[in-house]
């Protein structure tokens, strides 16, 4: 199997009047890109934020107590965590210039996902409301317009624990299974394999990450084309919720 990895561009910058679709739409086009069976569009989510007008305007916020507090232990800004406190259901855990959380979406990531890159002074991104539902819209716009069957990934980029640096992962999917479950079928030597589930969506999030990378690339679309197993995994009724662990199965927050 052979994958290759195109970066969209001519990309504009997206605000609250730009519709995805037609954005993405316009920039394979003029690429001169032909979608294919098969594709998988992958989306930084800064871009959906931005496009659904999705912003936090810090300097509106004023810190609470546990805001404050907070931001002593982890030296940030006390509007910047009040507004990962409104952001999450659960403060997991606190250190030197984070704050693990388990955010409003069920993510237990760094910050509540909330992101201050790319974004104008005194405003912040946090994850987009329904990635889900924003990856679906845009999936079901573009396979009508090129009449191909696609997937859909929305990405962020994420920590994890016991190791250093982050990778990209899927917070949001359409027309494709996140999750491949193997169990039953056989290794090299014929055993049945008996708890083997990939986590599909973040290992292509992850290969389109090297290609979006993280500062001034301006990359925020990356198409991947010549998954072998789309159609094993082709699921238009799919969403991320699967891939979250509930906290009763998570053994690092019993």
Known sequence: MTIELIALENIPIIDGNSNVSDVIKDAIIKQGYDIKHGDIILIA?????????NFIKLDD???SK???????????????????????NEIVEVGPNFIITETIHGFVCANAG???SNANEGLATPMPENSDNSALEIRQSLEEEFGQDIAVIITDTQGRAFRFGAIGVA?????ISPLWERVGEKDLYGRELETTTIATCDELSAAASLVMGQADEGIPVVIISGFDNFDKLRDVNSNIKSVLMSKKDDVFRK
């Open 45 to 53: 989510e800064t871009l959906i934020s931005k496009a659904e007008d």
């Open 61 to 63: 916020l004023t810190p």
């Open 66 to 88: 546990q805001a404050i507090e907070l931001a002593k232990q982890s030296k940030k800004d006390p509007k910047l965590v009040e507004a990962i406190i409104q952001q999450s």
């Open 114 to 116: 909330i992101d201050e």
């Open 171 to 175: 917070i949001g999917c359409s027309g």
